[in-house]
Nanobody
Framework: QEHAVESGGGLAQAGGSLRLSCKAS????????MAWYRQAPGKQREPIAW???????DYADSVKGRFTISRDNAENTVYLKMNSLKPEDTGVYYC????????WGQGTQVTVSS
């Protein structure tokens, strides 16, 4: 059964940091590139960071240089370290497969105040 549990969100001030975690089922995680997605208020969900099995990663321009994605293949877990947070980073953050995302978890809310 597919499932993913995101955690680590919360309220942060602009310029602050948060670290998100996502524990996924093996059917989602193993053998797949993984990604963090963000759904900002009133906007569509979009990928902001993705990482391949090899560990190579890439980022949306909006977060490049500030966010770092990593994965622990032994624990089926993906992380997102967010630094230099901005109010526009506010949204619900989800993890899923980068290609052909399927099941969506509840996400974790991140709110950045100015």
């Amino acid at each position: 059964q597919e499932h993913a549990v995101e955690s680590g969100g919360g309220l942060a001030q602009a310029g602050g940091s948060l670290r998100l975690s996502c524990k996924a089922s093996g059917s989602i995680f193993r053998g797949n590139a993984m990604a963090w997605y963000r759904q900002a208020p009133g906007k569509q969900r979009e990928p902001i960071a993705w990482i391949f099995i090899s560990g190579s990663a890439d980022y949306a321009d909006s977060v490049k240089g500030r966010f770092t994605i990593s994965r622990d293949n032994a624990e089926n877990t993906v992380y997102l370290k967010m630094n230099s947070l901005k109010p526009e980073d506010t949204g619900v953050y989800y993890c899923n497969k980068y290609f052909h995302p399927g099941y969506w978890g509840q996400g974790t809310q991140v709110t950045v105040s100015s």
